[in-house]
Antibody, heavy 119, light 110 residues
Framework: QVQLVQSGAEVKKPGASVKVSCKTS????????MHWVRQAPGQRLEWMGW????????EYSQKFQGRVTITWDTSATTAFMELTSLRSEDTAVYFC????????????WGQGTLVTVSS | QSALTQPRSVSGSPGQSVTISCTGT?????????VSWYQQHPGKAPKLMIY???KRPSGVPDRFSGSKSGNTASLTISGLQAEDEADYHC??????????FGGGTKLTVL
């Protein structure tokens, strides 16, 4: 069983950056892919990007290219998502979600982290 | 990428069946058999219900089924139950190692 535990809620000012963490209990030597998905209040899910924990390869949605960085700390078995140049439209719940090595579905999800951007 | 198109809401009575559609293009839904569906209750994280168009994860009732025709994928829930009331989201591989979600559908059990 895999558990994903995310860091707590954040309040940021416009223009600032936020870094959200996602700690996984899965064995570190098992290759898998960690995605980040966000959901603005009352809105749809929005895929942001992924990192392969084995290779360190990343891929980002064009919408967030240049503003988002996803990293992986092997020793801590923790993924991080940093979003810069925050604006009010970035107010959302941010989820980490795991994909199995051979698929593109999200089989395990974190509990979500609310990021509020407000002056 | 543009979001996949889902109806904003559907409804059905207990015991009935409902189908939620998810329409994309030949670059996403129509081009790959990597469509998944998620159930999301208010304030909760999404839960995987269907993957690879038709496959059901362990523990998901067989009342939930998936299919695809052309650029449209569908989720059918038969024998509706009160606990099925939730938001449902489709997601598709969109090429170049990217993914795209639908707009989400609110299911109301009358």
């Amino acid at each position: 069983q895999v558990q994903l535990v995310q860091s707590g809620a954040e309040v940021k000012k416009p223009g600032a950056s936020v870094k959200v963490s996602c700690k996984t209990s899965r064995y570190s030597f098992t290759p898998y892919t960690m995605h980040w998905v966000r959901q603005a209040p009352g809105q749809r899910l929005e895929w942001m990007g992924w990192i392969n924990a084995d290779s360190g390869n990343t891929e980002y949605s064009q919408k967030f290219q240049g503003r988002v960085t996803i990293t992986w700390d092997t020793s801590a078995t923790t993924a991080f998502m940093e979003l810069t140049s925050l604006r009010s439209e970035d107010t959302a719940v941010y989820f980490c979600a795991n994909s199995p090595p051979s698929g593109w579905e999200f089989d395990y999800w974190g509990q979500g982290t609310l990021v509020t951007v407000s002056s | 990428q543009s979001a996949l198109t889902q109806p904003r809401s559907v409804s059905g009575s207990p015991g009935q069946s409902v189908t939620i559609s998810c329409t994309g293009t030949s670059s996403d839904v129509g081009g790959y058999n990597w469509v998944s569906w998620y159930q999301q209750h208010p304030g909760k994280a999404p839960k995987l219900m269907i993957y690879d168009v038709t496959k059901r994860p362990s523990g998901v009732p067989d009342r939930f089924s998936g299919s695809k025709s052309g650029n449209t994928a569908s989720l059918t829930i038969s024998g509706l139950q009160a606990e099925d009331e939730a938001d449902y989201h489709c997601c598709s591989y969109a090429g170049s190692f990217t993914l795209v979600f639908g707009g989400g559908t609110k299911l109301t059990v009358l």
